[in-house]
């Protein structure tokens, strides 16, 4: 992990993970555990923990169990906050010359509305996209890499995009799917108590623990001095 200097920030990519780290839960799993009709998500959850199945896997059979029209989830994604300190995060980056980018495994239907309603626009979105078919929710995955089952979204084919080749790569996230496109950044942010974090200290590789984004705002401002 390289370290940085803020005048050298117009040569990065900002990248960041979603759910619980721009948002402070996990808007994915509440909805699954929230509107699902039975248990059954929490055995695909726990076999995906454990690495016996990969994200798309788990999601396609969480989802089955879920029952949501698109008026109920509206009014349930109109409540969602995001992280407060993101909007100085944004415009710190965005005075720098600098459009920040999201890589999800979530869906663009939670994360564009959250956004939205939260005064967040012209943001670059990579996450799985679904369709409606009365009030069951069916997944599809634009972004899945075929030679790898791990991933619903292969985050870290579209972190490695050739357009940016030769910048800095700076990843913030949380959570197991933030785990290879992390590997290949040059500067980490893990958030506290997340299983990234706990990734990157059982490996003894290096990153940066961070609470919420007012401490990554932080820690960009004092790179001014």
């Known amino acids: 992990m390289r ?54 896997q788990c999601l396609k059979g969480q989802l089955k169990s879920v029952r949501i029209n698109k008026k109920d989830l509206s009014r349930y994604l109109a409540k969602i906050k995001i992280d407060r300190h993101f909007h100085k995060l944004f415009d710190m980056l965005k005075r720098e010359g600098i459009k920040p980018v999201i890589l999800s495994d979530s869906f663009t ?67 197991l799917s933030d785990v290879c496109p992390a590997e290949c950044s040059d500067m980490v942010f893990a958030k506290s108590a997340g299983r990234l974090l706990e990734h990157f200290r059982k490996t003894k590789k290096l990153c940066l623990a961070f609470d919420n984004l007012k401490d990554i705002c932080d820690y960009f401002k004092g790179l001014e001095g």
Do not use: M, Q
């Not at 990248?15 to 780290?21: E, G, I, L, V």
């Not at 808007?27 to 798309?56: H, P, Q, T, V």
């Not at 409606?132 to 089952?149: A, E, M, Q, T, V």
């Open 109 to 175: 239907s939670f994360i564009k509305p959250v956004l939205g309603n939260n005064g967040v626009k012209n943001v670059k979105i990579y996450a799985n996209t679904l369709r409606f078919s009365g009030d069951r929710l069916i997944p599809s995955f634009p972004y899945k890499n075929k030679n790898c089952p791990r991933c619903a979204h292969c985050k870290k084919k579209n972190l490695l995009k050739k357009e940016i080749r030769d910048k800095l790569i700076i990843y913030i996230g949380d959570g």
């Open 3 to 56: 370290g940085i200097r803020l005048s050298s920030l117009k040569n990065c990519v900002v990248y960041f993970d979603f759910d619980n780290t721009i948002t402070p839960f996990d808007i994915l799993d509440d909805i699954i555990s929230r509107f699902s009709i039975d248990k059954n998500w929490a055995a695909f959850e726990k076999s995906w923990k454990n690495g016996k199945i990969g994200s798309g």
